[in-house]
């Protein structure tokens, strides 16, 4: 009786262990597939896009449907600094939010303008001040960069007029997803690659845009990034 009590109780313990291991296994697990795809590859760009990774980006950036209550009208693109997104009103309550990277310059513009001009992988000019600050780095770009993958504008850029005058302020793609959902010391208005040509596949030109200014902090300093589309139309 004694040595079938002790076999019984070897069985219950291996067993219970089996579970802890289980337990332990569900709890690892990676980011959710439905963003994994969203956020995949776009082999068949001019550029192909690789995936971008995800893995250290808070997921209440990644684009998604929400409630959200304005007086604008649908059609309407409503940039939000001090939040970190840039929401696309579309009726009934709700509007397509995209989580967004607001570079200094992105802290200058504040109100209502419209989308001029589109541009599926732009060109990038630095500005005569960024070359004046960081020769080095800027300088041999004075005549513009080629579109492709490391181009600070991304696949595709959104360019604010004013009243028929450039308002310097784009919105634009970025390859470097730690920059999504901060403030940092160079660009416009940066969304990932991914998101920004979802974006402009779903806004004609003249479409209504307001910015929204919170007098946001920089929260890190970042690379030569996107700071610049800030160059008259002729230039790019």
């Not at 806004?203 to 920089?218: C, D, F, I």
Request: aromatic share 8%; glycine share 10%; with cysteine.
């Amino acid at each position: 009786m004694r040595l079938l009590r002790s076999i019984a109780l070897f069985v219950l313990a291996s067993t219970l262990a089996g579970c802890a291991t289980t337990v332990m296994e569900v709890k690892q697990k990676g980011p959710d597939p439905m963003h994994v795809a969203m956020y995949g590859p776009h082999p068949d760009e001019r550029f192909p896009l690789p995936a971008m990774d995800i893995s250290k980006v808070n997921p209440k950036y990644f684009r998604q449907q929400v409630a959200y209550r304005t007086m604008e009208p649908p059609g309407t693109i409503v940039v939000d600094t001090q939040e970190r997104f840039l929401y696309l009103v579309q009726g009934d309550g709700m509007a397509m939010r995209y989580g967004i990277g607001v570079g200094k310059a992105g802290l200058e513009f504040e109100g209502a303008a419209r989308i001029g001009r589109k541009a599926e992988w732009p060109r990038w000019t630095p500005t005569q001040n960024m070359i004046a600050r960081e020769p080095e780095r800027n300088l041999k770009w004075a005549g513009g960069m080629e579109p492709g993958l490391t181009n600070p504008l991304g696949p595709r850029a959104l360019y604010l007029y004013k009243d028929g005058n450039d308002t310097l302020f784009r919105i634009h793609g970025t390859s470097e997803p730690w920059s999504i959902g901060k403030a940092v010391s160079s660009g416009c208005i940066r969304l990932f690659n991914q998101d920004i040509i979802d974006l402009y596949g779903r806004v004609p030109t003249g479409s209504r845009v307001v910015v929204l200014q919170h007098h946001t902090p920089v929260d890190e300093p970042g690379p030569m990034a996107a700071s610049d589309g800030l160059v008259p139309p002729a230039a790019i």
